[in-house]
Structures are given as C-alpha cells and as structure tokens.
C-alpha cells in the first residue's frame, strides 16, 4: 500500500469517527444537547416547570405605571393545578393575576400549559411596576402553585420593547381631548320616545 493511500485512509477514518461522536451528542434522553439551557429564566418543581419568565416594564424608562410578569407554566403532571399566587421578594408590590377569560383562578391544566403574558392570555399584573423593578436588573420572583408549592426564579427585568412588546404593558393611556359638547335639539323638533316604535 503506497504512503498516499494510506495517509487517504487514516484521513477517512478520523472523519468517520469525528461524524459518529458528534451525531452521538444528539442521540438518546440522556444526550448532551438536552442539557443546554435557555438564556431566559427557568425552573422545575414536582411536576411544573416555568420557562421564558420575564418581568416586563413600561417601554419607556420615565414612565410610570404598570409592569406584567410574562411566563410559560407547564404541568407534567395528571392533575390540574391553579397558580395560586406571584410575589416579587424584596418589594412591597402586589401582584394580580388575571385568567384568560378575565374570571375565576389561572388554572394550569393536566399535561398542559398557560401563558402569562400576551393578547388573550392570562395576565400577571404589577400595579406599581415602575418601583418594583428596574430594567436591566434580575428580580426574585416566586410561583405558588395549589399542589407543588413555591417555585422561585430570578427573572430579567426588560422594557416592553423589541420581541417584549406584545407581551408587556402598553404606555400609559393619554386621556382624550375635551369634546365640543353636542348642539341641542331644537325645540319642536320630532324625537322618539324610549321604548317606542318610530
């Protein structure tokens, strides 16, 4: 065998050997790349786990008002579960949660999940947000959810800016302008009675 062949060979070899340890990093529960982490703010407990938790303030620094917690909860489990309550350590802020059809508890479903955050999800509403949180910072968070418990994360405090727009709280509404107050009626003019035919 002559001694470019066999270079050709060797050469052959180490790329299927490289091809099959790469293509193991995929394979199997156990892989490596299930071991890589989101750059958002998650946690697991019994049979919840929360991902992509955010607290989202005004989109602009000066404003005041509001600020949401965004987050995804799922439920492994083969019972429903209600999320109870979210509070912010370290802060006096109180957090109200909203479902998605506005009444009753945030029910996080069997083998399913809800979203925080976003048009017709379930809301978590920080009435005083500007004070509670600062953009740029990691704010405590704790889930208590009816059968699992506390769950605490820190979360990324950001503007409801960029891809956080649709999930975070609008700027403050701007009261409309006074309207001219409508002309009245004329006198002897016809108007139907309430609760008539006209």
Avoid: W
């Avoid at 605490?152 to 009261?175: E, I, M, N, R």
Wanted: net charge neutral.
């Amino acid at each position: 065998m002559s001694r470019s062949l066999r270079h050709g060979a060797l050469a052959a070899t180490a790329i299927v050997f490289s091809i099959a340890s790469l293509a193991a990093c995929g394979a199997g529960n156990d892989a490596a790349t299930l071991d890589v982490r989101p750059d958002s703010a998650a946690a697991r407990s019994g049979d919840i786990s929360i991902q992509n938790a955010n607290v989202i303030t005004q989109p602009e620094r000066t404003a005041t008002g509001p600020a949401v917690v965004s987050a995804t909860l799922f439920n492994n489990g083969t019972k429903q579960q209600t999320l109870d309550a979210i509070t912010l350590p370290g802060t006096s802020a109180a957090v109200q949660l909203h479902a998605a059809q506005g009444k009753g508890p945030v029910v996080v479903p069997a083998g399913g999940k809800v979203v925080l955050g976003g048009k017709g999800n379930a809301s978590a509403v920080i009435e005083n947000g500007h004070e509670a949180a600062q953009a740029g910072n990691v704010q405590p968070v704790v889930f208590k959810l009816s059968s699992t418990g506390e769950i605490t994360l820190g979360a990324f405090v950001v503007p409801a800016t960029s891809y956080f727009t649709d999930f975070g709280p609008s700027s403050l509404p701007v009261a409309p302008s006074k309207a001219p107050s409508s002309p009245s009626t004329p006198s002897g003019s016809a108007s139907a009675t309430p609760g008539t035919p006209g």
